[in-house]
């Protein structure tokens, strides 16, 4: 099992930044990435970004030139950093980690308890 711990949301206003950070904990050899999710009110839960354990980073295009995913290999934490928010960012914002295959499965995954990003306008 892995614990995911993320800490740092809470409300920015509009322009402004906000880094939010996943502390992972328990089996950490059964995961090769992690990253963040969103879920807007009324929405479906999206990817933010993302990044492996060999260093391929995706971002949603929607936060493209706005965030950027990173991570401290020694505290096993990832971090978003958010700049230049936008109302639209409002949601609650997941840290997720995962093992996956060379053929794109994925046999182990864990979700964190989520935290909320509110961007006032």
């Known amino acids: 099992q892995v614990q995911l711990m993320e800490s740092g949301g809470g409300l920015v206003q509009a322009g402004g930044s906000l880094r939010l950070s996943c502390a992972a904990s328990g089996n950490i050899e059964s995961i090769n990435a992690m990253g963040w999710y969103r879920q807007a009110p009324g929405k479906q839960r999206e990817l933010v970004a993302t990044?492996?354990?060999?260093?391929?980073?995706n971002y949603a295009d929607s936060v493209k030139g706005r965030v950027t995913i990173s991570r401290d290999n020694a505290k096993n934490t990832v971090y978003l950093q958010m700049n230049s928010v936008k109302p639209e960012d409002t949601a609650v914002y997941y840290c997720r980690a995962w093992w996956t295959t060379n053929g794109g499965d994925v046999p182990y995954e864990y979700w964190g308890q989520g935290t909320q990003v509110t961007v006032s306008s």
């Open positions: 990044l492996t354990s060999g260093g391929r980073i």
